[in-house]
């Protein structure tokens, strides 16, 4: 009977994840469509994104290195995955170009204040490739997920850029 | 013209019932309306005769504005009988073009119509400017618009109103906005949402909301967007309403199932004990029918329904095992794998988990130990 009874319980909690579907789905759906009009009305600068193919939650972007900086020039792509709670939860955003950069871990997770606990539903994606954008020209190397090139980066800047230039010659070109 | 109103003004100090009969003029809606029965109640509450308030009606007829410092001077002017200075005043202005002002404790919207008319060319102009989302002067601003649905297209500055007036979170308009402490604007539902998900913040600039979860629909706001925005507000409500009855009848059969149950357990679990009497003689028989074994989850979910924070009170009373629970979980997974058969057929196979055989097992499980159940329950009374 405690066995039965515990099998019970934990394929109850299950279900309730699979089976019920949550209002939030087509709330977070409805919110991502009117982003990809608001993208494209307004493109932020050197940036472009939409869907990947049929998934309105699976996006693929665009940023183009920013002028003046090691990676001008480069052509970085960015993989963008909404969680089904969207507007609630910070969408995932994994560079799919390599990258020489503090903030960017070697799978290629941005790792970013917005993007974890400081993320706010008022946020979107354009806010977001703004603020990934932002961080071609100041790498936040206080909060790096690579202490080696944040390190780098503030002992020896010119060498930081000069493997970040590096790379992106390499890679995103 | 003004004979004739001095006229009805006489006939009104007499009976100020009658003062519908001899106008037929284009006022007679203007004095119709004059002095609602609201408006009188009030203010024989506040102390004030007939005359006084008709004298104070004769002075906030003609003035657009209406404010304390005009009942301050009719109180005063009841209690002076001359009313001279105030006649050669009305005269002095019904020379003009009279501007109807409804004297109505309802009609807010009116005195605000003649002001917002008038700031209307200076607000578009403050608009096309491009003021970019400074919470506060924005919200005042739309505030004041005013109410004309049909004015809506025409607006110049439609577009820059309705970026104002979405909501950050879902970005469409505002639905039943709820303003935070800080003074952004959000959908009631979306702010609680945000509040539950993501902590107690304002989503635009962090600050923390005291209490998330007692949103209070922002009226003023709500009121200026359904004028504003009727199509989309319709649009909004409609889809709604549609999506809470899809979900209530096919998306999530078990949500609906509770509904149905909410309205049956409450005379169900009246007699609890012929229940699990009956309970008994159906584990002893043992059969494995379907329309019992549904029968039979049906009643144990009608446990869980009332052990659900709503409808406690049933339970509370008596100490409830908690392998009861367990027991009803199984039950209701029971529930769900016959829910999953006879909604969506046979043919999508890999939502079904369990084979028949286990299946049949697993019914005959659960009858062990509901079989088990009333015995324990029994045993602690």
């Known amino acids: ?173 | 013209m003004e004979n004739k109103r001095m006229a009805v003004n006489g006939e009104q100090k007499r009976s100020p019932r009658s003062q519908k009969i001899p106008l037929t003029d284009s006022n007679v809606q203007n004095m119709a309306t004059l002095l609602s029965p609201r408006f009188k109640s009030a203010a024989a509450m506040a102390g004030w005769d007939e005359e006084a308030l008709l004298l104070a009606s004769l002075i906030v007829e003609d003035t657009p504005v209406r404010d304390s410092k005009h009942k301050k001077r009719s109180l005063l002017n009841s209690s002076s009988p001359s009313t001279n200075s105030s006649r050669i005043r009305r005269t002095w202005r019904t020379s003009r073009q009279p501007i109807p002002v409804i004297l109505d404790l309802d009609a807010e919207e009116t005195p605000k119509k003649e002001s917002g008319r008038k700031k209307k060319e200076e607000r578009a102009g403050v608009n096309n400017e491009g003021r970019k989302g400074g919470g506060g002067d924005g919200n005042e601003s739309k505030e004041k618009n005013p109410g004309a649905p049909s004015s809506s297209s025409a607006l110049p500055c439609i577009d820059k109103l309705r970026d104002e007036l979405s909501c950050a979170i879902c970005l469409e308009i505002c639905f039943e906005p709820s303003t935070t402490p800080c003074g952004h604007s959000f959908c009631r539902k979306c702010l609680r949402s945000a509040a539950d998900k993501c902590g107690k913040k304002c989503p635009k600039c962090r600050q923390l909301i005291s209490n998330g979860r007692s949103c209070t629909v922002n009226t003023v706001l709500w009121n200026t967007i359904q004028l504003l925005f009727p199509q989309e507000i319709e649009a909004r409500e409609a889809a709604r309403s549609l999506n809470s009855r899809q979900q209530a009848q096919n998306l999530s059969p078990q949500t609906a199932f509770y509904a149905n149950l909410r309205n049956t357990s409450i005379q169900a679990s009246g007699g609890a004990s012929s229940r699990n009497n009956s309970r008994k003689s159906v584990a002893v028989t043992s059969t494995t029918q379907e329309d019992e074994d549904a029968a039979l989850a049906r009643r144990l979910q009608r446990e869980i329904v009332e052990q659900s924070p709503g409808t406690t009170r049933m339970r509370t009373r008596r100490g409830v095992p908690t392998s009861q629970d367990q027991d009803a979980a199984l039950a209701l997974r029971l529930q769900r794998e016959e829910f999953i058969q006879t909604f969506r057929g046979s043919s999508q196979e890999q939502t079904i988990r369990l084979p028949s055989p286990s299946f049949a097992r697993a019914n005959l499980r659960a009858m062990a130990s509901r079989a088990m159940n009333p015995r324990t329950r029994d045993r602690r009374r």
């Open chain 1, 1 to 173: 009977m405690m066995i039965s009874g515990g099998g019970g319980k934990s394929s109850w909690s299950s279900s309730t994840s699979s089976w019920i579907p949550t209002t939030s789905v087509s709330a977070s759906g409805k919110r991502i469509q009117r982003e990809m009009v608001e993208l494209n009305n307004d493109p932020p600068p050197d940036c472009s994104a939409g869907p990947k193919g049929d998934n309105l939650y699976h996006w693929i972007a665009t940023i183009i290195g920013t002028p003046g900086t090691p990676y001008q020039g480069g052509i970085f792509f960015l993989d963008i995955k909404f969680p089904s709670d969207y507007p609630f939860k910070p969408p995932q955003v994994v560079f799919k170009t390599r990258i020489y950069h503090c903030n960017v871990d070697p799978d290629g997770l941005v790792s970013m204040g917005i993007l974890k606990d400081d993320w706010s539903p008022a946020l979107t994606i354009t806010k977001v490739l703004r603020e990934v954008r932002s961080i071609f020209t100041n790498p936040d190397h206080y909060n790096a997920v690579v202490p080696g090139i944040a390190h780098l980066y503030s002992g020896d800047r010119a060498k930081h850029d000069g493997i970040a230039a590096e790379w992106t010659v390499r890679f995103a070109k």
